[in-house]
């Protein structure tokens, strides 16, 4: 089995800051890309950003600025530094892997639980 956990969501002002995590876990043999996706209420799902195992990222135009996505090889982890916060980043943030897994051919998706981000106002 494969889990991603994410932490680090939570309230906070208008031009604050967050920083949420994630580990991925289990039977993982390697992991090609790591990203965030957010989904706001009524809304679909969308990227945030992602990072490659190269260290390649890409971000949402919403976003690029004031958001930063890195990644520790070693230790399977994501990060997502959110700085400058408006409430229009409310959202459940998701982490997402493609990996592959042990006994498993192949590179699949797959996420997290999600972690709430409110921006108040």
């Known amino acids: 089995q494969v889990q991603l956990v994410e932490s680090g969501g939570d309230l906070v002002q208008v031009g604050g800051s967050l920083r949420l995590s994630c580990a991925a876990s289990?039977?993982?043999?390697?992991?090609?890309?790591m990203g965030w996706y957010r989904q706001a209420p009524g809304k679909q799902r969308e990227l945030v950003a992602s990072?490659?195992?190269?260290?390649?990222?890409n971000y949402a135009d919403s976003v690029k600025g004031r958001f930063t996505i890195s990644r520790d090889n070693a230790k399977n982890t994501v990060r997502l530094q959110m700085n400058s916060l408006k409430p229009d980043d409310t959202a459940v943030y998701y982490c997402?892997?493609?990996?592959?897994?042990?006994?498993?051919?192949?590179?699949?998706?797959?996420w997290g639980q999600g972690t709430q981000v409110t921006v108040s106002s």
């Open positions: 997402n892997a493609i990996l592959r897994r042990v006994g498993i051919p192949g590179a699949y998706a797959y």
């Open positions: 289990g039977s993982i043999v390697s992991i090609n890309a």
């Open positions: 990072i490659t195992s190269g260290g390649s990222t």
